[in-house]
């Protein structure tokens, strides 16, 4: 275990607002098997939901010490990559590389309704303040609406490239749309169609917010992070990241605005006069994303670990954070080839154990002799479960020669394959080993 030690500027003469402290929270949020994609906070701060890799979510009670799982929400055939609290009556929407936009009802824990979405990987979702209205931002060069009373997608907004993040103005009636060719856009919400071109970035926009009515804040593929105004249609750069901006977040009272970054680094600054108030390299490896706790000085943060961590902003006094480095998946030797292969392209979804560990995929625990698809509660998609395949070192040879893809069209395991054969008889060897039951 390595403690991870933390930085920080904060501007002079700049004080930090006044935040009440709040009752201790948890530190870590611990429960997914993969890297969590997204993370929200319910307005009273005492729930969150968390979206990961591992194709779940997770809906914490934040109140408990350490924080209570309330319902592990599955329903996604493919990573999930963001989620949002809906306002009351309450519930929670969702999106993945499945292309599924899932309307989630939070006191069950199962699905509501399933709106069919993109045949692409689908970013982004954001949520009119009236809870009426949901858009997404999807790779298929598109962004679309859906009427969450009537429970249907009801248009479609075209772009010239792939849409990475959606945000609604504040009375809800327009769309801001930012893309992968570094355009932001604003849409009238009634009639789908575009207003105006607002601005256009040299690199890639990945995230934006609203800040105030008239403010928009973006993040950049080149680690820009600005402000637009939606008046004047200037820009103000606030500050220039090493490496791309990943997140971009407002507090709930407005008073706070920050970007995460892709080296592990959350910025804060003041909304209203855009000052830097305090920076921290806060993980290893991009900040997919984080979120500001209500009328307190905290953040949770989420990346490529397995939990969402706390840090506190002001006093800047608290970690240090423990990571485990390598990650599982970023191991690059290994006196072992086949070990060294399994690290890299498979145990991030799969483990070793009886245990799945909440991973993306099934547990690889006696997999030799096994039946494709017949691992018992494990939800395997339609095409895996009808192979008529037992794993065997020629089945998984092929697999990993042809691809899941086209030896199982309609999977939902993600493409990997091995045409390097010494490489591939390696890791069957391993696995062969590995997986065999313990006497």
Not at 1 to 8: I, K, P, Y
Not at 61 to 79: C, F
Not at 376 to 399: C, I, K, M
Not at 415 to 437: G, N
Request: hydrophobic share 40%.
């Amino acid at each position: 275990m390595r403690a991870l030690a933390l930085t920080a500027i904060t501007a002079l003469g700049a004080p930090l607002p006044v935040l009440a402290q709040s009752s201790p929270l948890p530190e870590v949020l611990t429960g997914h098997g993969g890297p969590i994609k997204s993370i929200t906070l319910a307005d009273d701060g005492r729930r969150a939901l968390t979206a990961s890799f591992d194709y779940s979510l997770i809906l914490w009670d934040l109140s408990a010490q350490p924080a209570r799982i309330l319902h592990r929400l599955l329903g996604h055939d493919g990573a999930v990559n963001d989620v949002a609290f809906l306002p009351p009556p309450g519930g929670a929407v969702s999106v993945g590389d499945d292309g599924q936009v899932i309307l989630w009802d939070l006191e069950k824990g199962s699905p509501k309704t399933v709106i069919p979405g993109a045949p692409v990987k689908m970013l982004d979702i954001a949520i009119s303040p009236d809870g009426r209205w949901a858009a997404s931002s999807a790779w298929d060069n598109s962004a679309r609406l859906y009427d969450l009373q009537n429970l249907a997608e009801i248009a479609r907004l075209p772009h010239r490239a792939p849409v990475n993040a959606v945000a609604f103005s504040a009375d809800g009636a327009r769309l801001f749309t930012a893309a992968g060719n570094g355009e932001i856009t604003e849409w009238d919400r009634a009639s789908a169609q575009q207003i105006r071109p607002l601005y256009r970035h040299g690199w890639g926009i990945n995230s934006i917010a609203l800040i105030a009515p008239d403010r928009l804040a973006f993040g950049g593929l080149d680690g820009s992070f600005g402000i637009l105004s939606l008046a004047s249609n200037q820009v103000t750069q606030l500050a220039k990241s090493e490496r791309p901006i990943q997140s971009v977040k407002t507090s709930p009272d407005g008073a706070l605005m920050g970007y995460g970054d892709g080296a592990g680094q959350v910025a804060v600054f003041a909304s209203g006069s855009g000052v830097l108030l305090e920076r921290g390299t806060v993980t290893y490896g991009p900040v997919w994303d984080f979120a500001f706790l209500p009328n307190s000085p905290y953040i949770y943060h989420v990346g490529l670990d397995d939990f969402a961590a706390l840090w506190r902003i002001s006093p800047r006094d608290f970690g240090p954070i423990e990571a485990e480095l390598p990650r599982r998946f970023q191991i690059r030797d290994s006196e072992d080839p086949g070990e060294l292969e399994f690290l890299r392209k498979c145990s991030i979804c799969h483990t070793l154990t009886p245990d799945d560990g909440n991973r993306a995929g099934p547990t690889l625990y006696d997999l030799f002799g096994r039946r494709a698809g017949s691992l018992p509660g494990y939800p395997y998609s339609p095409a895996l479960a009808a192979l008529d395949v037992t794993w065997n070192a020629a089945s998984l040879s092929q697999l990993f020669d042809d691809g899941p893809d086209i030896m199982v069209p309609g999977t939902k395991m993600p493409i990997q394959r091995l045409k390097q054969v010494d490489r591939r008889d390696d890791l069957i060897r391993f696995l062969e080993t590995a997986t065999a039951p313990v006497d």
